[in-house]
């Protein structure tokens, strides 16, 4: 895999982690801000993976390069994993929440916003929505 064209590393699976089995390929890495996110987040995301039914190995990919179909979910780079999230709602506004909300976020909080007892084996985190008087509705 380190020899394809496009992979920065290459990781294998070791329990609930994965373990960077190859150099990462700096020099293929053409954006400014893409060897900052690497470092800053490629652990934790390839991390995400580890689990019994998650791949054996892992390789990452730099920026404007991908080996799947389109509607896929992407990988590590920064444009795919800064989605956007937005919460709309009669008392919600864009800055009622300011969190680094992940997808996995979005059950636990809702279903705390809600009332409902979140299983504590849950990934994600139930962050507390702003709840306000009721204007007459």
Not at 28 to 49: C, I, S, Y
Not at 63 to 86: E, F
């Amino acid at each position: 895999m380190a020899g394809m064209p496009g992979v920065s590393a290459v990781w294998t699976r070791a329990g609930d982690r994965y373990t960077r089995v190859s150099p990462v390929r700096y020099d293929r890495m053409t954006n400014p801000g893409e060897k900052a996110w690497f470092v800053q987040h490629a652990q934790e995301l390839v991390d995400t993976e580890a689990a019994a039914y998650g791949p054996e190995v892992i390789a990452t990919l730099v920026d404007d390069t991908t080996y799947s179909v389109a509607g896929d979910h992407g990988g590590i780079q920064r444009r795919s994993q800064q989605i956007p999230i937005v919460f709309a709602g009669a008392d919600l506004s864009r800055t009622d929440l300011q969190a680094p909300v992940r997808s996995v976020d979005v059950m636990p909080m809702l279903l705390k916003h809600m009332g409902i007892a979140v299983d504590p084996g849950l990934d994600g985190v139930g962050y507390t929505l702003p709840t306000r008087p009721s204007r007459g509705r």
